[in-house]
């Protein structure tokens, strides 16, 4: 049985993806050429030996004080160790986040690499399910991967327009991206659409009432804004898809999910000052929203 075959595929297509588990991807995945996996931190440029001695506290001018704590910062990122809990795939610890995670362009540029593994593993769930694993477990675990992703990365892995996934993979993959991510009182689409919602597609009745209005099942911006982002790309594609006529129903939802969301991430205490990630996931946050109203405004004035 592929129990062991399915994750240490999934483990090779999300190798280097999230910045926590980049010390133990560099121990199981080896370079090819020297240095390979080592980001460039670019060129400093020298400076004059009086330049560097210059201490002025109120002009932010340490000397060369900041130089040797930067060069010991540097040294350890080298060697970062790996992370001491066991995880389940594409979860992360209570309380641990992803700020360290710096998406490269090189990186960026292996989604697409990603996405077309996945679809040729989804292949060889349908065909040899006894031998690799079943689509049904591919696709939980797949999903369960991207949605502990940092928020950069997981954007590009859900992004319609850049997808490399066929239409019935990749609504897929959303519908169990955005199922995963709601409250569990949320309801549900065999409900709400009996002749269509009881598989893995998605109608607009569903999106209106089972997930356009809702806000994520945890209080993190992060959270909050991959819901957004994933309710987005999920209505771009219907939108293109499927004959859409606009309803104030369709606006109700939209602005009930948005308000839904705002409301869940300002209700989390006991946070000061936000760190630049959860920063970083309330602007996300936001341009998603932004984007939500748009594509109604779009449907409005096409009149469709």
Known sequence: RGNGGVKGALR?????????????????????????????????????????????????????????????????????????????????????GSASFTLTDGIAETVPFRLRIFRLLSAVSYYLPETFASVSELYERFTDHVRGLPLPMFRLFIESHQSA????????????????????????????????????????????????PFAANKVTAEDNAKLSLALESMMWFVYSQIEVEYSGALRRAVEAGIKAREGKIRKRGGVAKADSADKAARETLARSARSLRALVDVIAAAGR
Request: net charge negative.
């Open 12 to 96: 090779g297509l999300f190798a280097f993806s999230d910045g926590e588990t980049v010390a133990s991807d560099r121990a199981v995945f080896r370079e090819v050429f020297e240095r390979e996996t080592v980001v460039g931190k670019g060129v400093k440029s020298k400076r004059k030996r009086g330049e560097e001695m210059v201490v002025d506290l109120e002009n932010d001018r340490f000397g060369d004080y900041l130089d040797a704590e930067e060069s010991e910062e540097e040294e350890e990122e080298e060697g970062v160790p790996a992370p001491k809990a066991r995880r389940k795939p594409g979860r992360k610890p209570k309380g641990e």
């Open 165 to 212: 996934l066929p239409n019935d993979v990749r609504v897929s993959f959303l519908r169990m991206v955005i199922e995963e991510m709601l409250p569990r009182n949320h309801p549900e689409p065999a409900d709400v659409d009996p002749e269509n919602g009881a598989g893995n597609g998605v109608t607009l009745l569903v999106m209106q009432q089972c997930f356009l």
